[in-house]
T-cell receptor, first 114, second 113 residues
Framework: NAGVTQTPKFQVLKTGQSMTLQCAQD?????MSWYRQDPGMGLRLIHY???????DQGEVPNGYNVSRSTTEDFPLRLLSAAPSQTSVYFC?????????????FGSGTQLSVL | GNSVTQMEGPVTLSEEAFLTINCTYT??????LFWYVQYPGEGLQLLLKATKADDKGSNKGFEATYRKETTSFHLEKGSVQVSDSAVYFC????????????FGGGTRLMVKP
């Protein structure tokens, strides 16, 4: 079972560059989400989706865009990277929004913005 | 709003020592409480959970009891192993907040042989 797959694992960007972090799950989960992990701050929710075609903002959405065209994929876009976006990013999914407390996490993308 | 506070780490223990990682929470409703674990280079995994007051969650020798009177959910293990070295996150979900998870800052545990 692949579970939740994130690519790339590491990325270095220059300020102002754009990029897309990929996330795919093969468990037919309705609910998908993106978190960022910063030292001492735990995980903070960026955006989430309760199904294909439906997305919503989390706690820290500024500077990020998402889309959900299929059940499997939930890419996260940085339109113009800033040093404040240096972080570890995790994609997570769960069967439904009701069960979103039991999340299945990908292994993370470590992003550095110079 | 909801919040979770964990003891700061790192916590360094010798193998077979007793472990306690403190977690307290603030919530307006009646949350469910969780402990997630993150092993090096991996994403988080659900370790245990409790959904109502006085419930005890347990898994892999770890336990935590939902204490409403002290708004706490402390993680304990009687005898830690080197393989328990990881970062532990306390979290809550509140049905009135759409079941979204609120995480604490994480506590790194290092177990030495």
């Amino acid at each position: 079972n692949a579970g939740v797959t994130q690519t790339p694992k590491f990325q270095v960007l220059k300020t102002g560059q754009s990029m897309t972090l990929q996330c795919a799950q093969d468990m037919n989960h309705e609910y998908m989400s993106w978190y960022r992990q910063d030292p001492g701050m735990g995980l903070r929710l960026i955006h989430y989706s309760v199904g294909a075609g439906i997305t919503d903002q989390g706690e820290v959405p500024n500077g990020y865009n998402v889309s959900r065209s299929t059940t499997e994929d939930f890419p996260l876009r940085l339109l113009s990277a800033a040093p404040s976006q240096t972080s570890v990013y995790f994609c997570a999914s769960s069967p439904t929004r009701v069960t979103n407390e039991k999340l299945f996490f990908g292994s993370g993308t470590q992003l550095s913005v110079l | 709003g909801n919040s979770v506070t964990q003891m700061e780490g790192p916590v360094t223990l010798s193998e077979e020592a007793f472990l306690t990682i403190n977690c307290t929470y603030t919530a307006t409703g009646y949350p469910s409480l969780f402990w997630y674990v993150q092993y090096p280079g991996e994403g988080l995994q659900l370790l245990l959970k409790a959904t109502k007051a006085d419930d005890k969650g347990s898994n892999k020798g770890f336990e935590a009891t939902y204490r409403k009177e002290t708004t706490s959910f402390h993680l304990e293990k009687g005898s830690v192993q080197v393989s328990d070295s990881a970062v532990y996150f306390c979290a809550l979900s509140d049905r009135r907040a759409g079941n979204m998870l609120t995480f604490g800052g994480g506590t790194r545990l290092m177990v030495k042989p």
